[in-house]
């Protein structure tokens, strides 16, 4: 009777204990998937490095499953600049790809860290949404040159954080080869 009387109190103590989040002898919680990182170069835009920079750090503010990382060695996103044609990036959505980064749309007006982010926007997976507002990362130069947003606003985030879910890129979705 005394065993039992005991085994009661155990199981009230844990019953109570566990809600508070006292510390009890349980087994692990499995913990978060880690996000999956993709490795980015600027080496071949040297006047934009700033800016590309930032772009990143933006996408890393705003989602969690994928993070933007420079590294030149492992660069599976490659930015470079030229000097006509319209920025655009050349991925497969999935976190390769090549970005172009126009200098005559940062002389005619457009914002270099709007442009980067963009660009890795599209290597994160996200199409061109040039109808949208400023607000919106992926419109582009749609809202012209005074729009200077450089950060995604809640649905590009949530398309990212969906594609890239518990660290891996979502099948499914495929951004065109060439988008600008």
């Known amino acids: 009777m005394h065993a039992r ?6 199981a009230l103590a844990m019953a109570t204990a566990a809600p508070l ?5 349980t ?9 999956t990182t993709v490795y980015y170069s600027s080496a071949g835009a040297p006047d934009y490095v ?3 920079d930032q772009g990143a750090a933006n996408w890393n503010a705003a989602v969690s499953d994928v993070q933007l990382v420079k590294d030149e ?3 599976t996103v490659k930015i470079h600049e030229v000097t006509s044609g319209g920025s655009y990036t050349q991925t497969d959505g999935h976190g390769n790809g090549d970005v172009y980064l126009d200098t005559s749309q940062v002389a005619e007006g457009y914002d270099p860290t709007r442009i980067a982010a963009h660009e890795l926007g599209h290597n994160l997976g996200l199409p061109d949404h040039y109808e949208g507002p400023c607000t919106e ?3 582009g130069h749609g809202p012209g040159t005074s729009c200077t947003n450089a950060k995604p606003d809640a649905q590009e985030t949530a ?6 879910a518990n660290g891996v890129r979502a099948a499914g979705t495929r951004v065109t080869t060439t988008v600008y």
């Not at 989040?21 to 002898?25: P, Q, S, V």
């Not at 087994?27 to 996000?35: E, F, H, Q, R, T």
């Not at 398309?159 to 890239?164: N, P």
């Open 27 to 35: 087994a692990p919680a499995a913990s978060a998937a880690a996000a």
């Open 73 to 75: 060695g492992k660069a």
């Open 137 to 139: 990362l992926m419109s």
């Open 159 to 164: 398309k990212v954080q969906q594609l890239w």
């Open 5 to 10: 009387g005991f085994r009661r109190i155990a």
């Open 50 to 52: 700033a800016q590309i």
């Open 21 to 25: 989040g006292f510390g009890l002898a």
